[in-house]
C-alpha cells in the first residue's frame, strides 16, 4: 500500500498549427490597416492658416484653423511646436482638438514652457502644427 496517492495531471493538448496561422494573418491584417488608416486620416483633417498671434519672453501664443472634410466630428493630437531663426526647437505642446463635422474651426493655444531662455521676442519665428501619431508599430 502506497502512502502518497499520485497526483493525475489533466492530458495538454497542443494548440493546432492551423490556429496559430490565423492568428498570425489576423495580426498582419491589424497592422496594415492601421497604417492605411494612420495614411488616409490627414485626408479629411486639414491644418491651415497657422500664425504666431503674440510673442513675449516666457510664452507664445499660435493660432491656427482646422477644417474637418468629414461628416463625423472628429478628436485629434496635434503637435505644436515654436521654432528660432536658427530653426532650433523653442517649445512643443501635445493638444487635443474637437472639431465637428463639416466645418471650421480656429484654435488659440498658449505655449508658456519654453525649452531654452531668450533674449528677445525676435528670436520666436516660425510655429508649426501636425497630427500627432504615437510611433508604436511604425
Known amino acids: 500500500m502506497k502512502v502518497f496517492a499520485e497526483h493525475e495531471t ?3 493538448y497542443p494548440i493546432p ?3 496559430k496561422f490565423a492568428l498570425m494573418i489576423a495580426v498582419i ?3 496594415s490597416m492601421r497604417s492605411c488608416y494612420l495614411k ?3 485626408k479629411s483633417f486639414v491644418i491651415s492658416h497657422v500664425t504666431i498671434q503674440e510673442k513675449t519672453r516666457v510664452s507664445a501664443d499660435v493660432a491656427f484653423t482646422i477644417t474637418n472634410l468629414a461628416k463625423v466630428k472628429l478628436k485629434k493630437s496635434v503637435m505644436i511646436q515654436v521654432y528660432d531663426i536658427n530653426g532650433d526647437l523653442l517649445a512643443n505642446k501635445l493638444s ?3 472639431v465637428p463635422g463639416s466645418s471650421e474651426r480656429r484654435f488659440l493655444k498658449v505655449l508658456q514652457k519654453f525649452v531654452r ?3 528677445d ?3 520666436i519665428e516660425l510655429a508649426t502644427v501636425d497630427i500627432y ?3 508604436l508599430f511604425q
Do not use: C, L, Y
Open 10 to 12: 489533466p492530458r495538454r
Open 17 to 19: 498549427a492551423w490556429v
Open 96 to 98: 487635443q482638438v474637437e
Open 29 to 31: 491584417m491589424g497592422f
Open 40 to 42: 488616409n486620416q490627414s
Open 133 to 135: 501619431n504615437s510611433k
Open 121 to 123: 521676442t525676435s528670436e
Open 117 to 119: 531662455p531668450i533674449k
